[in-house]
């Protein structure tokens, strides 16, 4: 493939990801037209040819209008097909409905296969995503999916940000303890578990700590922070129990719902998201967040994947 | 068994024949309604003898569709009753979640009723007048005159401003009027040599591209002061081309990819009505019944119109000249058309035939039947806005080349004219057509309309159009037309005996050709 066949799509809304990717790659975005009318009902048009092109498109699909989002994922992917594309990645960092895996009841749809099924009848060929809400959710898939993780740009952003050496890893939940015990295990550090009784979804039970958190700075790590009312209370029993101070850092700070305001109000030090989600006009209401960017290691799974190179060199190395 | 049949529920006049027997049969329907539009969830339930079941519908926190059924649907066969209104995307995004959890629940059968099916019709290529992506704020008074043409530029709804001078654009569209006469003025002046054409795949280094988000994304199809063709005659092409030149705006078709995702999701079938693409059926690799909401319609004409027997079938548009036909054929009327006559523009004719080196622009409209003369006829009942009045001045001779034109063709007058229209977004077609008959001598003007959309400021203009009654079908809900319009100037027909009577059919594997037939 020539060099300059990569061909980058971003939707019109949220695009301050894909312009970071496009910095980083030296690429610029594709000039389309995505159009709403009054109901929703989007139109897209691609400028430029993508004839025999690899696009990627990439997006960032945040709360609120989760919906419309994927529409309009789908219309470009579907566009970008008919168009011709030689292959269509689609990059979606966090991929929605991911939590909707299983028949958690009886007649409950498992949306996150319908999604897979979505992007494949749309035309994609190609899924990446990162930390995956359950890793299973590429098995959804007829098409190769690439679950990047964003550990390590957070391994990186606590050795720059955190006095690591007195610092313990906490999974706020079981469903979480690998991947904190991973975080852990790459950072040599101890980690400790909050188990909780979670009786409906978003919303918090009774919690217990298991393990020793004295004088310690606790780093919660999720893997998606919803109304942060989890984080909140966590900070909670964590300072009940002698922590010296909390910080959490989650990959999708999804932040809907009135997390603001938990947030502001607990005594978490500070929230770290990684940029899969949109949230910059949060931070201006939240001094405690702060952001991570993993637009590079999109950018060199973009180059990467073009070039027919390995991915798994992502997953050690730090970015 | 969780929901009940309700042998007490009196039977429709209307020739089911639901016997005790029948309902057995019936037991296994079961019927979802989607948050769009319970009203005629309800009333179709009715028809069909059964009571919804339950669903719960709701939104995560995150803004995800929730959704758990309530009932259970093992074996059945499940229709799932969504229109294709409101927020668009969420109550499509709801019937497929819908859609694959009745699959995924073991239902036999799993049938989408799209009363309005979203994504239908193909919006807004920037010549189209229909569908135009617009938000315009209401405003005191309308002109309904055909010139020009509807706004197309829209765009993202926040950045019209800006965003006018970036998309496509024509002369004669609406805010490029003035440009336009620059363009013809330096044609013949030849003063600013400029290069009219810019690469695919090269941004155009417009300053007023490079400073919004939204960038365009066409990079074609300049408009404007930029683009400015160099010699009259050799470039009158080029001022041609440069319209319709660089890589083709190309719009994709949704069409499609909301048939495959109907289908990827578990849909087994598909029942909708009075589609706007009689190909649209064709997208689907499994059945889908249109129902035609016709038969209501004549129905309609035949009891409340009085004197129907006089009136003449319209349509707005040639794309509806056929659905009009129909009525007016089964009714025995006669039938006009509104034909936009574009040919008078200079982008749309062949370069010769609208430029020639003189600087004169010849043009001849060649009304068929009658043409009306927009300038005296507009300046007369309401006047437009200052700016835009020059425009229909009449005396300058380069002005009027470019307006286009509207005509009637057929005879209204001291008739009772009635449009026939399957879609009605912006309301722009209608309520220039109404303007257009009523100046042409038609005594009433009726509007007959299946879907209403009306988006943006759609009711105000048509509260101030001279549509005399507005007839709608309630495949989308229509309480805030009929609160905003009063009463005495909207009917409302009811589709839900269509619906009902069609699932009934469906279910028991009856045809469904007789609806297309019978008055309902």
Known sequence: MANNSIKLLAPDVHRGLAELVSKRLGLPLTDSTLKRDPTGEVSFSIGQSVRDQDIFIITQIGSGIVNDRVLELLIMINASKTASARRITAIIPNFPYARQDRKDKSRAPITAKLMADMLTTAGCDHVVTMDLHASQIQGFFDVPVDNLYAEPSVVRYIKENVNFQDAIIISPDAGGAKRAAGLADRLDLNFALIHKERARANEVSRMVLVGDVTDKICIIVDDMADTCGTLAKAADILLENRARSVIAIVTHGVLSGNAIQNINGSKLDKVVCTNTVPFEEKMKSCPKLDVIDISGVLAESIRRLHNGESISYLFKHQW | ?520
């Open chain 2, 1 to 520: 068994m969780s929901f009940k049949v309700d042998l007490e529920y009196p039977f429709k006049r209307y020739h089911c024949k639901t016997q005790p027997t029948k309902s057995i049969v019936m037991s296994s329907i079961v019927i979802f309604g989607g948050e769009s539009h319970p009203e005629l969830v309800k009333k179709i339930c009715e028809n069909v003898n059964i009571h919804p079941s339950q669903v719960t519908l709701g939104k995560f926190s995150n803004g995800e569709t929730s959704i758990s059924v309530g009932d259970s649907v093992r074996e059945k066969d499940v229709y799932v009753i969504q229109s294709g209104c409101g927020q668009v995307n969420d109550t499509f995004m709801q019937l497929l979640i819908l859609i694959s959890a009745c699959k995924s629940a073991s239902a036999s059968r799993v049938t989408a009723v799209m009363p309005y099916f979203c994504y239908s019709r193909q919006p807004d290529t920037p010549y189209t007048v229909k569908g135009a992506p617009l938000i315009s704020k209401p405003r005191e008074t309308y002109t309904f005159e055909s010139n020009p043409g509807t706004p197309i530029n829209g765009g993202s709804s926040t950045k019209s401003n800006s965003s006018s001078s970036m998309t496509t654009q024509r002369p004669g569209a609406d805010s490029s009027f003035k440009s336009l006469n620059t363009t013809i003025r330096n044609t013949i002046d030849l003063q600013q040599p400029q290069p009219s054409r810019v690469q695919p795949g090269v941004r155009p280094v417009l300053p007023t591209l490079n400073n919004t988000m939204s960038l365009s994304r066409i990079p074609i199809i300049p408009g404007g002061k930029v683009q400015t063709p160099r010699t009259s005659n050799a470039d009158a092409g080029e001022l041609f081309n440069s319209q319709n030149a660089g890589y083709k705006l190309w719009v994709v078709q949704a069409g499609t990819l909301i048939a495959n995702l109907l289908t990827a999701s578990g849909a087994d079938h598909v029942i909708t009505m009075d589609l706007h693409d009689p190909q649209f059926p064709g997208f689907f690799n499994i059945p889908v019944d249109n129902l035609y909401c016709q038969p209501i319609q004549m129905n309609y004409i035949q009891h409340h119109i009085p004197d129907y027997q006089d009136a003449v079938i319209i349509s707005p548009d040639a794309g509806g000249a056929k659905r009009a036909t129909a009525i007016a054929d089964a009714l025995e009327l006669s039938f006009a058309l509104i034909h936009k006559e574009r040919r008078s523009q200079l982008l749309k004719g062949p370069p010769d035939a609208t430029l020639t080196s003189g600087g004169a622009l010849p043009v001849s409209p060649k009304p068929l039947v009658a043409t009306l003369n927009f300038p005296r006829n507009i300046n007369a009942s309401s006047p437009p806005k200052p700016q835009i009045s020059h425009r229909h001045g009449g005396d300058d001779v380069n002005q009027s080349k470019y307006i286009q034109t509207t005509m009637v063709v057929g005879d209204v007058r001291n008739k009772v004219c009635i449009i026939v229209d399957d879609l009605v977004d912006t309301s722009y077609t209608i309520t220039r057509a109404a303007k257009l008959l009523k100046d042409q001598g038609a005594t009433k003007v009726y509007a007959l309309i299946t879907h209403g959309i009306f988006s943006g400021d759609a009711l105000n203009r048509i509260n101030q159009s001279s549509i005399d009654k507005l007839i709608i079908s309630n495949t989308i809900p229509q309480d805030k037309t009929v609160q905003f319009l009063g009463k005495d100037r909207v009917d409302v027909i009811d589709v839900s005996r269509v619906f009902g009577e069609a699932i009934r059919r469906i279910h028991n594997g009856e045809s469904i050709s007789m609806l297309f037939e019978h008055g309902w």
